[in-house]
């Protein structure tokens, strides 16, 4: 006997209801107990520090202050809160927002940057919301899209590759409909609305800001390449450059050809996280929004598993920390053989570059279908994409 479907979804809705809850506990417990000890994660209490100076009056650039001004704007509201709040929000709204971001999923708590960014106290959320964001309004003429790529460039490193993208799209738009899209519009617009104010309260803060750079380190980078070079060229500077330039266009380019020639927007940011030396374990939330499958959902949460054994067995000790390098990896290995294999009808989030990277300007013909459709209609979608790829090259 079939089972009653509005019993089976009630089902498998108490399943998942029931796996968040137990998946929360740990991250509840964690906040408790900073909460009790009235002692934040190492980096809360950096930012905290940071936006009491701005509150004062004080010099907000200088060792550890490596944030554009909005952010340090950021850092003096949660630091006017009582400690107590200020804690449980800075930790549980980024929370909030990758259960969102996932779609409820409880394989998200799993995903071991997830927990390093929650128990870190982190700020890359800003990153993820708005690379989720942008993939579901990334036709050049949706303006929304143009202000969920604004807030990426909160942190700067998170939103480069992502605008990057952009950029060639509106170029693309320009080309083809002789004036600039609404988009690019939107995102200027909105650039303006997140930076300028910090002018006002400190009219040279790019010129202190930009005299701060945060250096490069071992513990700091999650990227495989860079990662991986470093500790052996850290002495020889343009030998490492030179290296990880190689490596990391060779990378690019192998890319490109074995999906046929084109880039998606989801290929570019993970190939971003192969190859930044700018990105941090904790960046790894950005690529949250990516795993619309089954497969790259229990395949970021495998190759996280390392990552939880660090976290609970060898949290200080930095060279542990290259197995966080693996994941973009792998889930860069998943995504090819994913749209190769079709798996993704429906997820790509935009149309291939245009020009000497592929494609034409045409969005996907079903990036608004969904996962879990009937097998028949997806099978369906597949054929008459098919049909479509000799006329999109």
């Known amino acids: 006997m079939t089972a009653n479907p509005a019993v089976q979804q009630k089902r498998n809705q108490l399943i998942r209801f029931s796996g968040l809850a137990l998946l929360l506990a740990p991250y509840l417990l964690y906040l408790g107990f900073i909460i009790w000890n ?18 004062s009056g004080g010099r ?17 509201l949660f630091s006017a809160l009582p400690r107590p709040l200020s804690m449980a929000l800075w930790l549980l709204l980024p929370l909030a927002c990758v259960l969102l971001v996932s779609g409820w999923r409880p394989s998200a708590l799993l995903f071991a940057p997830v927990f390093g960014h929650f128990i870190g106290g982190q700020t890359a959320v800003f990153g993820m919301l708005g690379l989720w964001g942008y993939r579901r309004n990334a036709d050049p003429d949706k303006i929304s899209g143009g202000i969920w790529l604004a807030l990426t460039l909160l942190k ?16 693309g738009a320009l080309r083809k409909n002789k004036r600039i899209p609404r988009q690019a519009w939107a995102w200027l617009a909105s650039m303006a609305v997140l930076y300028l104010p910090g ?22 980078m999650s990227g495989f390449i860079p990662r991986t070079l470093f500790p052996g060229l850290a002495g020889q ?44 374990d904790y960046d790894l939330i950005q690529l949250v929004p990516l795993l619309e499958t089954r497969l790259l959902r229990w395949g970021a949460v495998l190759l996280s598993i390392p990552g939880w054994l660090v976290i609970l067995t060898a949290y200080g000790n930095d060279t542990a920390w290259y197995v966080f390098t693996l994941i973009a990896p792998g889930l860069l290995a998943l995504l090819l ?57």
């Open 199 to 220: 002018f006002l309260i400190l009219p040279d803060w790019v010129a202190q800001w930009l005299q701060s750079p945060r250096p490069l380190s071992e513990r700091a």
């Open 60 to 76: 907000v650039y200088g060792v550890n202050s490596y944030y554009p001004m909005p952010f340090v704007v950021i850092f003096g």
């Open 337 to 393: 053989y994913s749209l190769r294999s079709n798996d993704l009808l429906g997820h790509l989030p935009a149309v291939p570059l245009p020009g000497p990277c592929g494609g034409d300007q045409r969005s996907h013909p079903y990036q608004d279908s969904h996962e879990d459709q009937k097998p028949a209609h997806r099978d369906q979608a597949k054929a008459d994409y098919r049909k479509q790829q000799p006329q999109q090259q």
């Open 156 to 171: 700067p490193q998170l939103g480069l590759l992502p605008l990057a993208y952009a950029a060639v799209q509106w170029w």
């Open 237 to 280: 500077p343009l030998l490492f450059w030179l290296a990880w330039a190689i490596l990391s266009l060779g990378l690019l380019a192998l890319v490109w050809q074995l999906n046929h020639r084109r880039l998606t927007l989801d290929l570019l940011v993970v190939w971003g996280f192969v190859a930044s030396p700018l990105l941090h």
């Open 38 to 55: 009235n002692r934040g994660p190492i980096d809360y209490e950096t930012f905290m520090e940071i936006g009491q100076r701005l509150l």
